[in-house]
Nanobody, 118 residues
Framework: QVQLVESGGGLVQIGGSLRLSCAAS????????MAWYRQAPGKQRELVAA???????TYADSVKGRFTISRDNAKNTVYLQMNSLKPEDTAVYYC????????????WGQGTQVTVSS
């Protein structure tokens, strides 16, 4: 059974930092993209950052220069280093793993809450 286990969320003050982790297990993960999405109350889920197996990376404009996505392919783990956090970063953050070659797959984590307060 495929599992994506997220950790690292919590409460942080404005300007602080958090590091999220997501470990995927339960199958062989071929060429894929691992990503972080977030969903704030009353808003749609949005892409925060994504990174492919071979390092192609993309970020939402709102987090460029503050967040860094990285991954350990050997451990099927993706990280999100979040610096200079703002109240608008408050959301539930979800890990996603999506295969890019057939047979395709698409898995989600359970979400981890990040709250930025003053």
């Amino acid at each position: 059974q495929v599992q994506l286990v997220e950790s690292g969320g919590g409460l942080v003050q404005i300007g602080g930092s958090l590091r999220l982790s997501c470990a995927a297990s339960g199958r062989s993960f071929s060429f894929n993209v691992m990503a972080w999405y977030r969903q704030a109350p009353g808003k749609q889920r949005e892409l925060v950052a994504a990174r492919t197996t071979y390092g192609t990376t993309t970020y939402a404009d709102s987090v460029k220069g503050r967040f860094t996505i990285s991954r350990d392919n050997a451990k099927n783990t993706v990280y999100l280093q979040m610096n200079s956090l703002k109240p608008e970063d408050t959301a539930v953050y979800y890990c996603n793993v999506k295969g890019l070659l057939p047979p395709e797959y698409d898995y989600w984590g359970q979400g981890t809450q990040v709250t930025v307060s003053s």
